[in-house]
């Protein structure tokens, strides 16, 4: 059974900083990609950031040189690093991986930035 449990989230002001964990379960981890896509209240989720089983990364440009995206095959887990942080990132924070040819979601954390 594939689990996927995101913690770390909550309020932070502009310009602030918050590291979102995701912890892994059911996967042979060090294997999988894993990604971290976000949901603003009306509007589509979308892709943040992504990692390779190789530690290759992909950021999506509204995100690119704010936020870093890891993994640490011995704990089982993908960390997203948000800094310099702005109002319009945000939304509900989802860690993702495929497996096995089925995609998988974690139940989200929410992340507010507030003046």
């Known amino acids: 059974q594939v689990q996927l449990v995101e913690s770390g989230g909550g309020l932070v002001q502009p310009g602030g900083s918050l590291r979102l964990s995701c912890a892994a379960s059911g996967i042979i981890f060090s294997i999988a990609g894993m990604a971290w896509h976000r949901q603003a209240p009306g509007k589509e989720r979308e892709l943040v950031a992504f990692?390779?089983?190789?530690?290759?990364?992909n950021y999506a440009d509204s995100v690119k040189g704010r936020f870093t995206i890891s993994r640490d095959d011995a704990k089982n887990t993908v960390y997203l690093q948000m800094n310099s942080l702005k109002p319009e990132d945000t939304a509900v924070y989802y860690c993702?991986?495929?497996?096995?040819?089925?995609?998988?979601w974690g139940q989200g954390t929410q992340v507010t930035v507030f003046s």
């Open positions: 993702s991986t495929t497996w096995r040819g089925r995609d998988y």
């Open positions: 990692i390779t089983s190789g530690g290759a990364t």
